[in-house]
């Protein structure tokens, strides 16, 4: 069965702050990897990974995938109380069916 | 502007009532979705319809039936509502085809549905 598994599921740290957000996944024909910010409304798209070893880059934001050990992480540098949000983790597999993980909780505190 | 509406924000209903759910995108998209979220669950798709008149079950169809008349269209049925289908509904679109070309699936506001 697909599965996406997300690390930590909650994270609490002080603005400033560098962290790592970790997605791993076993999926049936991987298509793309996707990364999401979801606050008080429907999630908001950040990355898509479909190769492995390059990063992707936007603001204090970045990601990378390794498909070899099927996984992917997320950073965020500098952090800032707006960063708060659930980080969300979703893989695309067969027949484009997208598979999510249970969401990273980020509270960044002032 | 990509959007993608849901008709309603929040919905109470009781047990055992049909309830429509309502999404259009405006981005001509063939592919749409509807997921449930469910706390320490994430987003579980429920059924997705990649054109008109077409559709597929997704992980968790049961108690679920969609219909795709219009491309712009979906809808999401709960023919028999019950108090597990308490949760928050996603409308989702992305353009056809996937994979690769596709950069992301739009997602509406949400529907907070409660069954009492």
């Known amino acids: 069965e697909d599965k996406v598994v997300q690390s930590p599921l909650s994270l609490v740290v002080h603005e400033g702050d560098t962290v790592t957000l970790n997605c791993s996944y076993e999926?049936?024909?991987?298509?793309?990897l996707l990364w999401y910010k979801q606050e008080k409304k429907a999630p908001t798209f950040l990355f898509m990974l479909?190769?492995?070893?390059i990063e992707k880059k936007s603001g204090r934001l970045s990601s990378i995938l390794d498909k070899k050990e099927l996984f992917s992480i997320l950073n965020i540098t500098a952090t800032q109380t707006g960063d708060s949000a659930v980080y969300l983790c979703?893989?695309?597999?067969?027949?484009?069916?997208?598979?999510f993980g249970p969401g990273t909780r980020l509270s960044v505190l002032p | 502007d990509v959007k993608v509406t849901q008709s309603s924000r929040y919905l109470v209903k009781r047990t055992g009532e049909k309830v429509f759910l309502e999404c259009v995108q405006d981005?001509?998209?063939?592919?749409m979705f509807w997921y449930r979220q469910d706390p320490g669950l994430g987003l579980r798709l429920i059924y997705f319809?990649?054109?008109?008149?077409?559709?597929e079950k997704g992980d968790i169809p049961e108690g679920y039936s969609v219909s795709r008349e219009k491309k712009e269209r979906f809808s999401l049925i709960l023919e028999s509502a019950s108090t597990n289908q308490t949760s928050m509904y996603l409308c989702?679109?992305?353009?056809?085809?996937?994979?690769?070309?596709?950069?992301?699936?739009?997602f509406g506001p949400g529907t907070r549905l409660l069954v009492l």
């Open positions: 989702a679109s992305s353009l056809y085809p996937g994979g690769v070309n596709m950069e992301t699936q739009y």
């Open positions: 999926v049936t024909n991987f298509r793309s």
């Open positions: 479909t190769s492995s070893g």
């Open positions: 979703a893989v695309e597999g067969r027949g484009q069916n997208f598979v």
């Open positions: 981005m001509d998209h063939e592919n």
């Open positions: 319809s990649y054109d008109v008149k077409m559709k």
